[in-house]
């Protein structure tokens, strides 16, 4: 099996279980930051053989899922934000493909192009150098991870206790997305 189909593999051993994060790495650290204080909970709510969609929940806010793909040569990570109304924020379906073969356990998403220009569009320069990780450690923990130049940000998700699924994520309705 290549290190891409068991990382999703991993993942999906936890489709429709929902499990709670915290903090493990913020920086540099700002106290206006959209995180601080919040309930962060992760659903594993769609499990297809090529496709994993997982909403991100940060307090009542509702608005991201990131989406994993098989790709012919590894893993796709987007992340997809909507508003409340379900409409698509201006900021969605960023993220990018993997480079390297990686690993059953980690997987690391270097910026595409496509993000790049989004990016670029929005005035959001920092964010040309990100890369996104995730890893899993079935049963133990997950980690969702952005990196780039001067920035760190990383959350821990418990997959040994999970906790009542969240309300749908906003822009689906109650079935699988």
């Known amino acids: 099996m290549q290190p891409a189909d068991a990382f999703l ?13 915290r903090i493990t790495a913020n920086e540099p650290a700002n106290p206006d930051d959209p995180f601080n204080g919040k309930t962060l909970v992760m659903h594993v709510r769609h499990c297809d053989p090529d496709e994993l969609r997982i909403p991100f929940h940060v307090g009542e806010d509702h608005s991201r899922t990131w989406v994993l793909t098989r790709t012919a040569g590894g893993l796709r990570l987007k992340h997809e934000h909507r508003h409340e ?3 698509a924020d201006k900021l969605t379906m960023y993220g990018g493909d993997t480079v390297a073969p990686g690993t059953a356990s980690r997987q690391e998403f270097p910026v595409d192009a496509a993000s790049r220009l989004l990016f670029e569009l929005e005035g959001l320069k920092a964010s040309l150098g990100n890369t996104w990780a995730m890893e899993i450690e079935p049963g133990v923990r ?7 130049p001067g920035r760190l940000f990383r959350v821990e998700f418990d ?17 699988t997305h």
Do not use: M, N
Request: aromatic residues 10%; proline residues 15%.
């Open 9 to 21: 593999v991993a993942i999906a051993t936890h489709c429709g279980q929902a499990y709670a994060g």
């Open 85 to 87: 109304d379900g409409s």
């Open 142 to 148: 997950f980690v969702y991870e952005l990196s780039r």
């Open 159 to 175: 997959l040994s206790k999970p906790v009542p699924a969240p309300p749908p994520p906003w822009g689906s309705d109650t079935g």
